[in-house]
């Protein structure tokens, strides 16, 4: 069983389309994650979640809206795709943010094509 | 502003060379120093975490060793199957995980 899901895998779209990334972790984690990992490689955590409630919200443009339907779904929906979007996007989770029970555990991501 | 510098950015080895990763870092408050290996196309694997200076930590051919300033990740007798990218990252008072960018490891046969 894989710990941490999302799908797609590949998403390609064109710009100015709407599109959402699903994920799903059965870890029975309490806190998700969204990460933005760019052509250099870099990882940038973008939203945070905490039994469904938003704790981190990086500076990312309003296009962006995670929603968190239960503690084991995070969602990330995309209005009005751009070129500059195109990325691999990482869902993550933890046991929670407390030290000790801090590790995160990522699923396999998906890769976002704007044309 | 917490920050992550690996080095080096790439790092070639026979099989069975061994050495050393170097992740440097700067945070507010350090509650966890992360190790991640990243396999082309899959999501980063957990290694270790951390807590305190002095720390050590060991996997199999991998042992994670943290200062005041840096941490190392070093790898003895290196197989081909280790050939991968490893990611380091801090996590400091603001809760957020701040990762470097990386070392592509290539360990030839």
Known sequence: ?115 | EDQVTQSPEALRLQEGESSSLNCSYTVSGLRGLFWYRQDPGKGPEFLFTLYSAGEEKEKERLKATLTKKESFLHITAPKPEDSATYLCAVQGSSYKLIFGSGTRLLVRP
């Open chain 1, 1 to 115: 069983d894989t710990a941490v899901s999302q799908t797609p895998k590949y998403l390609v779209t064109q710009m100015g389309n709407d599109k959402s990334i699903k994920c799903e972790q059965n870890l029975g984690h309490d806190t998700m994650y969204w990460y933005k990992q760019d052509s250099k490689k870099f990882l940038k955590i973008m939203f945070s979640y905490n039994n469904k409630e938003l704790i981190i919200n990086e500076t990312v443009p309003n296009r962006f809206s995670p929603k968190s339907p239960d503690k084991a779904h995070l969602n990330l929906h995309i209005n009005s795709l751009e070129l500059g979007d195109s990325a691999v996007y990482f869902c993550a989770s933890s046991p929670s943010t407390s030290v000790g029970y801090n590790e995160q555990f990522f699923g396999p991501g998906t890769r976002l094509t704007v044309l």
